[in-house]
């Protein structure tokens, strides 16, 4: 059974830190992605950033791009997400997934939702301006 269970969203002022960690369980890092993804009240569920757990390439949203780091700690079995200069417009609940090994993870496909075959149950992040 795959388990993501993520950790470390909270409330932060705009402009401060904060860095998701999911850990995950059962299988994963046979994947060939592992995303964070975010949704707001009312809005759909968008790709914040994935990483290609083979070569290690790294993809990220236009509007986090030089904020956001996603990185993964195979010894551990985690993903973490490190979120700096935080927006007003960040706040969201925020889901660790990992990608279905039938979907290669690039660019034209890391912010797909059905190239995912498990998500966490999700962090919220609240950003106080």
């Known amino acids: 059974q795959v388990q993501l269970v993520e950790s470390g969203g909270g409330s932060v002022q705009a402009g401060g830190s904060l860095r998701l960690s999911c850990a995950a369980s059962?299988?994963?890092?046979?994947?060939?992605?592992m995303g964070w993804f975010r949704q707001a009240p009312g809005k759909e569920r968008e790709g914040v950033a994935a990483?290609?757990?083979?070569?290690?390439?790294?993809y990220y949203a236009d509007s986090v791009k030089g904020r956001f780091t996603i990185s993964q700690d195979n010894a551990k079995n985690t993903l973490y997400l490190q979120m700096n200069s935080l927006k007003p417009e960040d706040p969201a609940m925020y889901y660790c997934?990992?990608?279905?090994?039938?979907?290669?993870?690039?660019?034209?496909?890391?912010?797909?939702?059905?190239?995912?075959?498990?998500w966490g149950q999700g962090t919220q992040v609240t950003v106080s301006s």
């Open positions: 997934a990992a990608g279905s090994p039938s979907y290669d993870c690039y660019s034209g496909s890391w912010s797909r939702l059905y190239a995912y075959s498990y």
């Open positions: 059962g299988y994963t890092y046979n994947s060939y992605c």
């Open positions: 990483i290609n757990t083979f070569g290690g390439s790294t």
